[in-house]
């Protein structure tokens, strides 16, 4: 069971882990072991997520993230299964602690008056400052 807050709990049932051989140096190792985890968690059909977190985790722009909603996690960091398994369940506790966070709706606001007039009093400024930047009279 992978807990990422006490009051969350994902059971085994619901994550797919499949072991593959790690990619990059190694020597031998790399070539016989299976070390690296490939983690997959369907978040789009999972009953251990409430509809809003559900929604806000979709609706992330993650490449782990299939078409399907399946939530794809490799881990090959370390060199034995053990630690890449927690490493895994570790970076899926991360992403879903990450949808808890409910973000503020922004309140539309509109500047001041004073702050308007402000603004247009500098452009007539910086007006006048170029148009006496033009060809004198002298020439």
Known sequence: MTESRPSLAI??????ERFVRATGPGGQNVNKVSTAVELRFDVASSPSLAEPLRARLLAKRDRRLTTEGVLVISAQRFRTQDRNREDARERLAAF??????????????????GAKERRLGEKRERSTIKRGRGKSDWD
């Open 11 to 16: 059971p085994e049932a619901e994550l797919v």
């Open 96 to 113: 879903i602690e990450s949808g808890l966070h409910v973000p503020k709706p922004r309140i539309a606001t509109k500047p001041s008056r």
